[in-house]
């Protein structure tokens, strides 16, 4: 993905700014996914300039280059904005960089149009107020999360405390300032529209699954399956950030009832706060049928997640409309059934209902996860390659980058004011 002879756009294009602390190649699904954005927006013809961090979001030793230019994106990483995530001082200290840098870079970048930021950092659309009150330029806003909602449900921070009605005051003047906000689901545009009468658009923007670089792989085509010794296995896979917002205790208690089953075996694959529980957990109880692994890279991950015969999604039961786990995408787009773990009524369990690809279970129940899961294990291939398979269409025919990062970008155009470009019509292709 690193286009270094890509031809410079014209200099009297619009000229949009992007803060991402996370971009590609960094691994983190929201970098993922402004880099569609920015990538699109440059094929439409747009000077895209964004700010991101030099260090990689999960993994602070990896350092990518200071500039470069992706796909016609002009792509300038700030020093010292990410320390990873080892405790809370870390990332406050990281973060208040990346604002900081952010200011001035955007302060002091001539012919600024439009800036566009998501939730990645916490707190960045405060920067992109302040430079719209000074600068007179339109912002726009994806909603990734909500905070201070987050905190406050995990017990983070206290829901009437200094800190959570600050966090609410600079969130509620985002959401005032911003020309339009994008919500990743139904749930979480209800818990936005709670906060005021706002005249910005809200429309809901679910995050498209990668197509264009997930394929379904066959078991005994896929060399991460001989890697990892999982031939003649059913390997349940939980795939992505690992956070307590997502908690995965049930499935873990499940393992440890399934110790000594044949063939049924968990994979743990990604990061996050809560990547340390799965593994303490595993060592704790000498696991020897669950296994953990860091983030894959990007060209590896269509051999990761088709390694998976069945795929597990994760949602806390306070975090309807809080957080959007998307990995849910990814797995639909390999062809691969779902197990949900979480509430109902919720985005993913909408998915389910409505498409018959996988099964629900509710924390807390271990004996039920132990029964279904053994169920599952014994379930004929074809008939779970049915249910995979409708998934997949639904993801290609509703959910696909083209169409929804398209729509996505006609959108953003809009908002900010942002004039057509005859050479790439609305909605065409993401490049």
């Not at 566009?116 to 992109?128: L, N, Y």
């Not at 306070?318 to 062809?335: E, L, R, S, W």
């Not at 083209?402 to 908002?415: H, R």
Request: aromatic share 8%.
């Amino acid at each position: 993905m690193h286009d270094h002879t890509h031809p410079p756009p014209d200099a009297s294009a619009p000229l949009l700014l992007v803060f991402s602390q996370t971009f590609v190649p960094d691994p983190a699904s929201v970098g993922q996914h402004m880099t569609d954005v920015a990538v699109t927006m440059a094929a439409r013809g747009y000077r895209v300039r964004v700010y991101t961090s030099q260090r990689g979001y999960e993994d602070p030793t990896r350092c990518y280059p200071l500039r470069e230019n992706l796909h016609g994106v002009d792509v300038r990483r700030m020093r010292w904005c990410s320390f990873g995530k080892k405790n809370l001082l870390i990332r406050v200290v990281g973060t208040a960089s990346f604002l900081i840098q952010s200011f001035f870079a955007g302060l002091l970048t001539p012919g600024v149009k439009g800036i566009f930021f998501s939730t990645s950092p916490p707190m960045i659309g405060f920067t992109a107020v302040c430079l719209k009150k000074l600068r007179r330029i339109p912002i726009a806003y994806w909603a990734m999360d909500l905070n201070p909602d987050q905190l406050i449900m995990m017990g983070k921070i206290w829901e009437n405390s200094l800190r959570a009605r600050l966090l609410e005051a600079i969130n509620r003047l985002i959401l005032r300032n911003s020309s339009i906000i994008f919500a990743l689901d139904r749930f979480m545009a209800e818990r936005l529209k709670k906060r005021g009468a706002f005249s910005a658009a809200m429309p809901v923007a679910p995050p498209w699954s990668h197509d264009m670089m997930i394929d379904m792989i066959d078991h005994g085509q896929n060399p991460f399956r001989l890697e990892h010794e999982m031939a003649g296995k059913f390997v349940i896979m939980y795939s992505g950030n690992h956070s307590p917002a997502n908690p995965l205790k049930t499935i873990l208690q499940a393992a440890v009832e399934l110790r000594d089953h044949p063939t049924i075996r968990f994979a743990f694959i990604g990061g996050g706060l809560g990547k340390k529980e799965v593994e303490e957990f595993r060592r704790q109880h000498n696991l020897k049928n669950v296994f953990s692994l860091p983030y894959q890279p990007l060209d590896q991950i269509r051999y990761s997640l088709s390694a998976a015969d069945v795929h597990i999604v994760s949602l806390g039961d306070n975090m309807v409309g809080i957080i959007h786990p998307c990995k849910i995408y990814g797995a639909m787009a390999v062809g691969r059934p779902i197990l949900f773990l979480g509430p109902k009524p919720s985005h993913i369990s909408d998915i389910l209902d409505r498409h018959e690809i996988g099964w629900h279970i509710l924390h807390g129940d271990v004996a039920g996860a132990v029964r279904l899961l053994k169920e599952i294990a014994a379930i004929p291939q074809s008939q779970l390659s049915d249910m995979g398979r409708r998934g997949q269409r639904f993801v290609r025919d509703t959910m696909s980058q083209q169409l929804l990062c398209g729509l996505f970008c006609d959108q953003l155009q809009q908002a900010l004011r942002l004039p057509g470009n005859a050479a790439q019509p609305a909605g065409g292709p993401t490049g």
